[in-house]
């Protein structure tokens, strides 16, 4: 039951986002804010996990193909496809859900604990608005960091195939140019719009209908990390059967 009492709110909630509506003004610079805190702020983390994954993609590789007979294009075709299908766009998104689903969580939390959410009710200004959507606009850049990733993994795949003598550069071009199928892109990018809708929404839940003080911010942050990242697996599964069986 509280499941069920929990996912209506989260509805509930997003309804009351899209209610009465901040001053453009003011909303223009909160969005640019949390673009800079949750997007702007993620991108050392993000570049430097998705360069040496893909590195390591290639390496694991190359080290497993014994077979002479097989062409090291493989090496880049399986580095591109392991990139753009899942590492970039559902392994960075749970990342992301630790480091700005904790952020998000944590700050609207300590709002709440401080009282600074009533006293924005007080002042009769729309909480949900004024918080949460700024949040959400902001992650619909979310694409752009999932793109970075996708180049970064590749070229770290690159990196580390070539200048460790496992592939040559002519090869690996090849290899990542060998049965691209576009749709694979858009597929990757429908994942992320949801995924960012996602890290935008369920940590701001639970940072805004949390109880207690200090000590319940800290659980409310780890409890987002989990349903978040929960989550984005189930959808993730829902969206590949739908789009690639």
Do not use: C
Not at 13 to 28: D, E, P, Q
Not at 64 to 87: G, M
């Amino acid at each position: 039951m509280s499941y069920l009492q929990s996912t209506g709110e989260y509805f509930l909630m997003i309804k009351g986002v899209f209610g009465r509506m901040t001053k453009r003004s003011v909303l223009t610079n909160l969005v640019f804010k949390e673009i800079d805190d949750l997007i702007i702020g993620s991108l050392g983390i993000v570049s430097f996990i998705s360069f040496f994954i893909g590195g390591v993609v290639a390496i694991q590789t190359a080290l497993n193909l014994n077979n002479p007979l097989i062409p090291r294009t493989l090496i880049a075709f399986a580095a591109r496809q392991s990139v753009i299908l899942e590492f970039a766009p559902t392994f960075i998104s749970i990342i992301m859900a630790g480091k700005v689903g904790s952020y998000i969580t944590s700050s609207i939390g300590t709002m709440r604990v401080t009282q600074q959410i009533d006293a924005l009710e007080v002042m009769g200004i729309n909480s949900l608005n004024y918080l949460v959507l700024p949040k959400i606009i902001a992650m619909l850049t979310y694409p752009f960091v999932i793109a970075i990733s996708m180049f970064l993994g590749i070229f770290g795949a690159y990196s580390a195939g070539v200048l460790g003598g496992f592939v040559s550069s002519q090869d690996f071009i090849r290899g990542l140019q060998e049965d691209f199928i576009a749709f694979h892109l858009v597929y990757a990018f429908v994942k992320t719009f949801l995924f960012a809708l996602l890290l935008a929404t369920i940590p701001s839940y639970h940072g805004y209908y949390m109880k207690g003080g200090a000590l319940e911010v800290g659980q409310a942050s780890t409890t987002s990390f989990v349903w978040t990242s929960v989550v984005i697996i189930i959808t993730n599964y829902i969206v590949t059967q739908l789009l690639l069986s």
